[in-house]
């Protein structure tokens, strides 16, 4: 039963209205519609999914050699940014104060190149490609060291960088770099290297409705005012007749409003209760999973603040 939905028509009713809807799924991002919800519930579903869905980045780096021009704290730094593919749900927090990490709370790597010069080159190449081997260390260069018994722990596991492009240093002959990296599981509200998503935004969604009929020039002024495919233009009896044909798709610039024939003929507005929702991934996990896991971390939100009201003693 709903809390102020007595009877069955009115927890019907209530039914109804909530609802989501996907309107796109790629890769690493996710558009849906949130239908029938407090702007409080929108919001708090979009921070949980900025600050408190774990995964898992380099916390700790042990530098045996650093001979690049890359401070070892900016490389510290650089280093943790990197999104690792590694599927938090399979490990544990690290106790607070342990020094060493185990196999179910922390995955390591190893970064360890050096730069030397290509003997083969031309001489009057200037080229640093062909001048020199591993003069760009990329996130490619990291390589998972096994834990204790990981390796049978994870028999199928492909732990390492999301991306094998990112840039970490540049080096020249006689250069390396030797580090070994502990990934630990932590979530955004601590260090924005946890944080599972590149973006998390949501809208309402724009309400247009023309008050009069824009015909003509009129109407192929009216359509340059918004993003394309907002207004779509008709031909009805011999004339050019403006609709709003997908209104979602503006982004309320409002400059229909300079133009003194047609601020008066549209009215824009939102739709109170319908967000839409876009998630962007850094690619640790799947954006569909997220939104799952941060929904998950809702209800015990939920659960934990009900079970607080049923502890306190009522007067």
Known sequence: NYPGYEDAWDQRRFEEAFRVDVIREEEDTLEFDMVGIDAAIANAFRRILLAEVPTMAVEKVFVYNNTSIVQDEILAHRLGLIPIRADPRLFEYRNQGDQEGTEIDTLQFQL???????PQAAKESSDPDELYFNHKVYSKHMTWVPLGNQTDLFPDADFRPVHDDILIALLRPGQEIDVLMHCVKGIGKDHAKFSPVATASYRLLPDITLLQPVEDEAAEKLQKCFSPGVIEI???????????????????????????GLKNLVRLARVRNHYIFTVESTGILPPDVLVSEAIKILMGKCQRFLNELDSVPME
């Open 112 to 118: 360890k190149i050096k730069c030397k010069r290509n």
């Open 234 to 260: 008709q031909n009805i009896n011999g004339k050019k007749v403006a609709r709003v044909a997908n209104a979602r798709l503006d982004t309320f610039s409002r400059e229909v409003f300079r133009h003194e």
